[in-house]
């Protein structure tokens, strides 16, 4: 199961990341160039450096042009290596996190609003901030060094074995100890406490939006130094794997700088011996020596990027934990042209929600004229919510059928339902962005005038044009100026731009004083005319705008 489960983050990560292999190789490629011009930088140095000064003991003749100009060229080649391994990295970095993100709302739309309503704020907003920017080290801290570290890491031995066989060995079992072992050691370690960190992390995240948010409550009715006791202990539920981690970090960067000075002790050694036997001089025992001590960069970093690995598979398992949940309602394989025809039947239709026992809704049957307007009226839990909820097609009904203007929600895609509808509710949601984007996102190509005009219409135009900055208002200042009849009567003007042909108002009044409540009747008056609807209050004045009623208790129609 375990490994079943990897896998699947594996084959997933690859996926994602196939659009930008082009990126990944030129970066896995200037690493490489990066450290092979490191070693060889430092390899000529340490040749140069013995040469010259055996040359001027009168021990060797040394032609110094070509080495000198080579170390110029490696510092070069090693600087804008750098640089460009940066650049390219990052970009590529950035490319795969971007394509991620969108990659990540196009599997969330389908899902809402059903499938993530379980799912806190603050925890959908750590999938996708927080869990897609962690996947980053997949690709910059393990992905290209792990390559790199490949390739440079044949390379030098290959460039060793010329010289030594023995040498090239021992700098080998150096690097596989530090490349290979240490990378392992750390990954079997640091798996748990970095699936601990990114879980800690979400829940600490969700108590803390949750406890900002709900602050007026918890000073009211809370004890907010047991809110505050609460918080200390998750926070120390993280702590505590972000120890383990560091205890992990520390023992193998120590244990990366033992082994591979150990290594290279070996490696000189063993040159000593091939200069007393005559198989090498000076320069070269230090240029090998050099190159030894160099080498280890390529593989330095390993340890540490995969005892990050398991946060990196955390994130991973929390994306796809989300996005692999089935939609609770699927689009039709070749969906029917929207009708043009506004009449709404409801014929028999019975609905359960997963995973409760009772029936939301159990055979309602009705039928509603275009133009006409149907009140639903029950008791609170009686389903009247539910019956919208099965129109706009967020959720399937278990038998019966749903048909608007003859033709059955099954064969329309959702986006086409909803299009067809416009809601008010007794929470309008603002974006946190100016008055006008709010109301241009019922109808992105309005023009000024219809915004204008929709906002006349629902008795908002003089209240918006009396802010100082008037549509441009941001709604974040504008929201402590604004009281919930006018909120309400933005979200009246908003339908009205959608100009859908049905319209569903659910306790559109609500929590209003009985004159603000006159103004909003006067708005929705307008909306609704021309219009079928759905009406859901048990306001009386509401009531008045439906020309049929209709009452539900226990999910079923009272007769
Ligand atoms: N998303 C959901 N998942 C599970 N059960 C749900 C869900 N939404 C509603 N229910 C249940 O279905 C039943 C009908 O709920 P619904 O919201 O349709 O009632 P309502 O009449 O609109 O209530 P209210 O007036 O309080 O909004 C209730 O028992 C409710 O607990």
Known sequence: MMKRRKNRELRWLFAISRPYLGWMLAGILLATTVILANVALLAVSGWFITAMALSGLGAIVVNYFTPAAAIRGLAILRTAGRYFERIVTHEATFRL????????????????????????????????????????????????????????????????????????????IGLLMV???????????GINSGRNIVKARAVLRQRISETVRGLAEITLYGNPQQRMITLQEENEALVIPQRQQNRIDASSTALTGLVSQFTWLVMIVIAI????????????????AFFGMASFEAVATLPIA?????????????????????????????????PQQFDIRFEAVCFTYPQTKHPALHDISFCLKQGQKLAIQGASGSGKTSVTQLLLKFWAADSGQITIGGTGLEDLKGDTVRKLCAVVSQHVHLFNTTLAAN??????????????????????????????????????????????????????????????????LDEPTEGLDAGTEQQVIQALAKLLQGRTAIIITHRPQLLTLADHHLLIDKGSIVP
Request: proline share 6%.
């Open 273 to 288: 011996y091939l200069l007393q036997s005559g198989r090498l001089n000076g320069p070269e025992l230090v240029m090998l």
């Open 179 to 189: 490349g290979l072992a240490l990378p392992w050691a750390a990954l079997y370690l």
């Open 306 to 338: 995969f005892r990050a690995l398991g946060e990196t598979w955390g994130a991973a398992s929390r994306i796809l934990d989300l996005v692999d949940a089935e939609p609770a309602v699927t689009d039709p394989r070749h969906p029917s042209a929207a």
């Open 97 to 172: 996190l971007a394509g991620l993100r969108q990659w990540f709302f196009e599997r969330l739309e389908p899902l809402a609003p059903a499938r993530i309503q379980h799912y806190q704020g603050g925890d959908l907003l750590s999938r996708i901030s927080a869990d897609i920017d962690s996947l980053e080290n997949a690709y910059l801290r393990i992905l290209t060094p792990t390559f790199a570290a490949l390739l440079a890491s044949f390379l030098m031995i290959l460039f060793l074995w010329f010289w030594s066989p023995a040498i090239a060995l021992t700098n080998l």
């Open 439 to 504: 109301l241009y996102l019922a109808k992105p190509d309005a023009t000024d005038e219809e915004v204008r005009e929709a906002c006349r219409a629902a008795a908002i135009l003089d209240d918006i044009q009396a802010l100082p900055e008037g549509f441009n208002t941001e709604v974040g200042e504008a929201a402590t100026r604004l009281s919930g009849g006018q909120i309400r009567r933005l979200g009246i003007a908003r339908a009205l731009l959608k100009d859908a042909p049905i319209v569903i």
